[in-house]
């Protein structure tokens, strides 16, 4: 991540206590339980890039467990390339605080012109302060990530 909030992103257990499994997941604020306040642009963990050339109706799937503040930003992207100008938002909090209680199966699907690669950006930023109070939380913690489709 460009804008220095690189590490925010680790593989390990999450402290909840309603994780899906006592495997690693992947995830934002693992060991602290809150991601910082005042990161400029959003912190992403990419997918490597992935041939989808012999697939239509493409989905991605995980398990989320994800608590942000509604001044902070949680999104889902998929790129066409390793490029920031040719990715789509498949899911954003835009604007909503989300608190999950547990962990959630999420299923979205890519649009039909994604026929040759795919890369899955997962990002948290920017994020703020509200009033000078701290509004952060854990962030994301994901598991069982699956790239599907139909073959052709």
């Known amino acids: ?10 593989s390990g257990v999450p402290s909840t206590a309603n994780r899906p499994t ?19 642009s959003a912190a992403l963990s990419i997918s490597p890039s992935i041939s989808v050339r012999r697939f239509a109706s493409l989905q991605v799937s995980f398990d989320r467990h994800l608590v942000v503040a509604a001044d902070d930003t949680a999104t889902v992207t998929a790129c066409r ?10 899911w954003s ?19 039909a012109d994604f026929t040759n690669t795919a890369t899955i950006r997962f990002g948290l930023g920017p ?5 000078g109070v701290t509004t952060s939380g854990p962030g994301w913690s994901l598991s069982n990530f699956a790239l599907t489709g139909v073959a052709v």
């Open 1 to 10: 991540s460009p804008n220095g909030f690189a590490t925010l992103w680790s």
């Open 22 to 40: 006592d495997r690693p997941v992947l995830g934002t604020a693992l060991a602290s339980g809150q991601y910082p306040d005042n990161i400029p």
């Open 81 to 90: 390339t390793n490029s920031a100008s040719s990715c789509v938002t498949l």
């Open 93 to 111: 909090n835009a604007g909503a605080a989300v608190s999950d209680a547990t962990w959630t199966r999420i299923t979205l699907s890519l649009p």
């Open 127 to 131: 994020t703020r302060t509200t009033g």
